[in-house]
């Protein structure tokens, strides 16, 4: 089926407002924690793993609006089902974020309408420059956010197993939307591009850390 932009610019928003109210769109795969036996865990630890949830959870906020407005600029049909299906799995961080907060008796960050309207408008901006910058665009954003789990699983309280399960989950698909945007033809982007993405990710870690 065909959309109009205005169509497209209807669903977006449904899109959005089922984010930011923890109902986005989900391919339903399980969350890795459940897997897992909790440990117990002090008041601090667990303090500690709810800010750096709350960082995670808010990353996910701003996956969605990147990729819904990457998706409603794509030129082509094979870009735009690329970034619709990694939303879907993004939309599975999100949701086990929330679950991990819940359980830590922690909440999301109160700006995350401020990173998903911010993310919506970089990504629709990407890919008016063309599918090769969109795509170039996706994978230097999970390139970084690889880097941040990391960070993440090194500083997670050693006994909190079940915030580690779901980063190492995260992980791996967020490597996997990585190499397949280059795989499509992703280009690589200049060095300034690179830092000032990574200055402006900064700035959301530190605000989602502390509300």
């Not at 995260?170 to 499509?184: F, I, P, R, V, Y």
């Amino acid at each position: 089926m065909s959309y109009s932009f205005a169509d497209k610019l209807i669903i977006e928003f449904d899109r959005g407002l089922r984010t930011l109210s923890h109902n986005s769109v989900r391919t339903q795969r399980e969350n890795p924690a459940k897997a897992v036996t909790a440990n117990h865990m002090s008041a601090d630890d667990m303090k500690l793993s709810a800010r750096l949830m709350r960082v995670n959870h808010a990353g996910e906020v701003a996956a969605q609006g990147l990729y819904h407005g990457q998706a409603i600029t794509a030129k082509n049909a094979t870009t735009q089902a690329n970034m619709d299906a990694a939303a879907r799995e993004e939309g599975d961080h999100l949701a086990w974020c929330q679950e991990r907060l819940n359980e830590l008796n922690s909440h999301a960050s109160i700006f995350s309408p401020v990173w998903y309207l911010g993310s919506f408008a970089i990504g629709a901006t990407a890919g008016l420059l063309g599918d090769k910058w969109s795509l170039g665009f996706v994978a230097e954003t999970e390139a970084q956010v690889e880097e941040h789990l990391q960070d993440h699983l090194r500083r997670l309280p050693a006994q909190d197993n079940k915030s580690q399960a779901i980063i190492q989950q995260m992980q791996q698909d967020e490597h996997e939307h990585g190499q397949t945007a280059k795989s499509l033809g992703g280009a690589e982007l200049p060095t300034p591009a690179k830092k000032l993405m990574s200055s402006i990710s900064q700035v959301m870690k530190v605000g989602a850390y502390w509300v």
